[in-house]
């Protein structure tokens, strides 16, 4: 008989019932990975696993995570097939659901954040494996009457060396019982690294497969009987939505059944989607003012950057070391710097859709999030009931990469099927997702460093004014809890590998009403710019090259490494023709979680007539600690150097008015094959935590291209994304 | 509304649809075969890609009323078993990230295969130049191309 103990009620258990076999639900008490002290870690982190063997041997694992193409059902699975020491032949993978269980156990949510899933559910994923294994181990035991320590594993086998028997661990779970409190695994008994056979290894990704054959894996392939069709025009700025609108008009269209208001924006629903699409495009809508109305990002960003020349304006103050302001002031010389970054948007190739289908007994919903607490919370709220009576079908997500963590799209099908009476099918249509896309905030910074009479760093002070993201993320509670450091924003924006005595960072709120949300590598891609382009010109000012000058600046040897592998792989002190090398460090994670350092070089020209900017080369050495699957690492690093690089070079949402100017591919332009450079990638293997990975490529690429065009030009851009029109006008 | 007749994938198919729908809803929301995707709407992204007569188009910007007795093959229909060269590279090299696009650039990558068994880098780099990946998989695709039109 199978028992299963679980603290929190499954909101599907008929999902994994059914196999004949041994089920294990686990409730153990993670070991906290932060001091108490920690913001993440109040309430203690907690994980529950499920492993199910059937008698044939199957091992089903369910992964809490959601897939966005990060990998994360291939690695914390293949996590949990390393410490049962599963066949992982015999392993299927199956979506967990949303369950407290399941929660991240440093964010205490069922989400997918920050690179933090591997890193997060390391120790809590093995331990449960763990267990698993010692109570397949108990029951061999007993049934063959041996002592449990005369007996191993080999790949789903259980072995006892002495009478040379092995049994399947199929076989084991047709006899073995759970036991009512499982067997405790202390950390220091986990497989130690150097036994490992699954990690480390590359295996092919379950999900390949399925993407190169086209098979419905995305909430847009969902078809579900007696659906209609929706989408949504949102309003233009946050906080505003329709006064009126041509609703008789739309209602008398071919196909369309309805046209509502809805508080953020006209729900259009139809028969079919080129129905609602087309009536998307006659609608007429008064919206009402709201803050964000008279939004002008160009002006904006003046004012950004005056603030951060004010030395009246206080700023929010993140961490800080020793008294930066007196070193400052104390400095035989201070060297200021200032740079901008405009908004991006994700552009994920999905745009946002969701099934929604409101019942009189509950609501089910087919979507992909990056936060499935958050979704089922959000769908009971509108849709009036607990969210015991969500069901969430979690789909893959095309893309994300910081988007799919907002699930307004959520809310808006849910009130949609309610005001259709059906289940209704939401498809946001591109140019609304770019229009009403949230965005990394727009960046004002200036760095000042004070230098000593030999241009020793004394202190380092950097500001930051920007738009807030964790107050719409997360609520103005938790940012009051943070005593409002916007760790969205901050990210990045210190140098604790740097032999810097002292530092402090501010971040002046920038509140124009401007929807905004965490973009891939959050923070870091704009605070590191600045930051590496100052140590450039620190270099310069030394009269050092860029290169030299970090290794003697980096006082973390790991630092050092990422540093120094770039630039060998990059041949750094060859001379180019029409060519040049611009070098930079980035780290990736929180000091209690751990960095992942990268060392980025880029090769760039540049066509003085155009102000085009060609990178010809990036070369990355990247520190992941203990690297999981190292062949996708490389694809992440791969995909994270790419986006950074359309960040670097192309992307920049403006508005005017309060409007979006951009609305397709066409003027919100991402990199196509034809830019992409040859990239070269090193990981580095530094210990036996995995750190975050997922983002590493982000903050390192936008500075390594501004100080390569530096090294060719002698000309430093400081106004992220550097277009023609930029780029000539630093040339000029 | 129009009665439309064309063949999908080597079978007869009739939608009847108002004539200017686009290939791409017929295909995945009428004869719901969803493994074609909707990307952009306007022919900018890829993800859309079917072949109609064995050219590689862009399905947004094709519609119903130019589908009469047009052979039209999708993701579904490209190989039996999706057994296509492609599609054994694909998961050679590892391609698909989040995956989304890929239907749309194999579908691509096919016709260029289909009139130039050994293409250059360069000619595969013009080729597939329209099609949009925000995951960054370029890399890989140019390589699972390379493999395909080795191994084919």
């Known amino acids: ?732 | 509304m129009a009665v439309v007749a064309f063949t999908i994938n080597g079978r007869p198919a009739k939608v009847e649809v108002a004539p200017d729908t686009p290939l791409l809803w017929i295909v995945r929301e009428h004869l719901k075969l969803s493994g074609t995707k909707y990307g952009c709407g306007t022919g900018l992204c890829g993800s859309c890609t079917v072949h109609v007569d064995g050219r590689a188009v862009r399905s947004c910007q094709v519609v119903a009323s130019q589908l009469g007795g047009k052979q039209v093959t999708t993701i579904e229909g490209l190989a039996a078993d999706a057994n296509h060269p492609l599609q054994r590279a694909w998961i050679a090299e590892q391609v698909p990230q989040c995956g989304y696009c890929q239907s749309g650039q194999i579908m691509q990558a096919a016709e260029l295969l289909a009139t130039n068994k050994k293409p250059s880098r360069e000619q595969i780099v013009a080729h597939m130049d329209g099609n949009l990946c925000r995951c960054g998989t370029y890399p890989r695709i140019v390589r699972a191309i390379e493999r395909a039109a080795r191994e084919a």
């Open chain 1, 1 to 732: 008989m199978n028992r299963r103990h679980s603290k929190a009620k499954l909101s599907r258990r008929e999902m994994l019932a059914g196999s004949a076999g041994l089920s294990f639900a686990f409730a153990v008490g993670a070991p906290s990975l932060f001091g108490e002290s920690d913001a993440f870690a109040q309430s203690g982190g907690r994980l529950n696993a499920y492993v199910t063997i059937a008698k044939d041997g199957t091992i089903t694992i369910a992964s809490p995570a959601l897939e966005m193409g990060q990998g994360v059902n291939t690695a914390l699975p293949l996590i949990i097939a390393e410490e049962l020491d599963a066949d992982w032949s015999k392993v299927r993978v199956q979506q967990a659901p949303v369950a407290a269980v399941f929660n991240h156990p440093i964010l205490q949510q069922q989400m997918v954040v920050g690179s933090l899933t591997v890193r997060g559910y390391w120790i809590p994923c093995r331990t449960a494996a763990a267990q698993a294994r010692r109570v397949l181990l108990n029951a061999v035991a007993e049934r063959w009457k041996v002592p449990v320590t005369e007996l191993t594993t080999e790949p789903s086998t259980v072995v006892h060396a002495a009478s040379k028997r092995r049994i399947g661990y199929g076989e084991v779970a047709a006899f073995a019982q759970v036991p009512e409190k499982l067997p405790e695994v202390k950390p220091e008994e986990l497989k130690p690294a150097s036994q490992f056979r699954l990690i480390g290894k590359d295996v092919p990704r379950p999900d390949v497969v399925d993407k190169s054959s086209g098979k419905p894996l995305y909430a847009m392939d969902v078809q579900v009987p007696g659906m209609v069709y929706a989408t949504l025009a949102r309003a233009p700025v946050r906080g505003s939505g329709p006064i009126s609108f041509n609703r008789d008009e739309l209602k008398a269209l071919p196909n369309i059944l309805d046209a509502v208001a809805l508080d953020n924006g006209v729900g259009i629903i139809g028969n079919t989607v080129e129905a609602v699409f087309a009536a998307r495009g006659k609608l007429k809508a008064e919206w009402r003012d709201a803050p964000g109305s008279k939004v002008d990002s160009a002006a904006n960003l003046h004012e950004y950057l005056a603030h951060v020349r004010d030395p009246a304006r206080k700023g929010v103050v993140g961490r800080t070391t020793g008294d930066a302001i007196a070193a400052i002031a104390g400095a035989a010389k201070v060297h200021a710097s200032e740079f901008t970054c405009d908004y991006v948007y994700h552009a994920q190739i999905e745009p946002h859709v969701c099934v929604a289908w409101v019942k009189p007994d509950g609501v089910e919903v087919w979507t992909g999030t990056q936060w499935q607490t958050r979704a089922v919370a959000e769908a009971a709220k509108a849709a009036g009931v607990g969210v015991e009576k969500v069901t969430l079908h979690q789909m893959q997500m095309g893309g994300s990469f910081g988007r799919n963590i907002f699930v307004e799209y959520v809310i808006d099908a849910v009130n949609l099927s309610k005001a259709a009476g059906k289940p209704v099918k939401m498809i946001q249509s591109r140019g609304d997702d770019v229009v009403h896309g949230r965005f990394r905030p727009m960046y004002a910074q200036r760095i000042e460093v004070g230098l000593d009479a030999s241009d020793k760093i004394v202190g380092w002070r950097h500001r930051i004014a920007a738009d807030t993201v964790v107050p719409y993320l997360y609520g103005q509670a938790r940012m009051d809890a943070q005593k409002g450091v916007d760790h969205i924003v901050f990210a990045g924006a210190d140098v604790p590998h740097y032999d810097v005595p002292t530092h402090i960072a501010d971040h002046i709120y920038e509140e124009r009403g401007v929807r905004t949300a965490p973009w891939r590598g959050i923070g870091a891609g704009a605070t590191n710019f600045a930051v590496e382009v100052v140590i450039d010109e620190l270099a310069q000012l030394a009269g050092q090259n860029p290169l030299a000058y970090r290794l003697a600046l980096l006082k973390d040897p790991r630092a050092r490494r990422v540093v120094e592998a770039a630039a060998k792989m990059a041949d750094w002190s060859r001379k180019r023709d029409g060519t040049a090398l611009g070098i930079s460090f980035g780290k990736l994670g929180l000091p209690p979680i751990g960095f992942s350092l990268v060392g980025t070089v880029a090769e760039v020209s540049v066509d003085r007539s155009t102000g085009r900017i060609r990178c010809h080369n990036l070369w990355c050495a990247a520190d992941v600690g203990l690297p999981v699957q190292p062949g996708n690492i490389v694809a992440q690093l791969e995909s994270s150097l790419i986006f950074a690089l359309g960040s670097a070079l192309k992307e920049r949402i403006t508005i005017q008015d309060g409007v979006v100017q951009q609305s397709n591919f066409h003027d919100y332009e991402i990199l196509r094959l034809s830019e992409i450079p040859p990239i070269a990638v090193e990981v580095i293997r530094s210990g036996d935590i995995p750190l975050p990975v997922g983002e590493l490529g982000i903050p390192g690429v936008v500075p390594a291209v501004s100080n390569a065009v530096f090294a060719l030009t002698g000309r430093r851009l400081r106004n992220a994304p550097f277009t023609p029109n930029r780029v000539k006008a630093a040339l000029a």
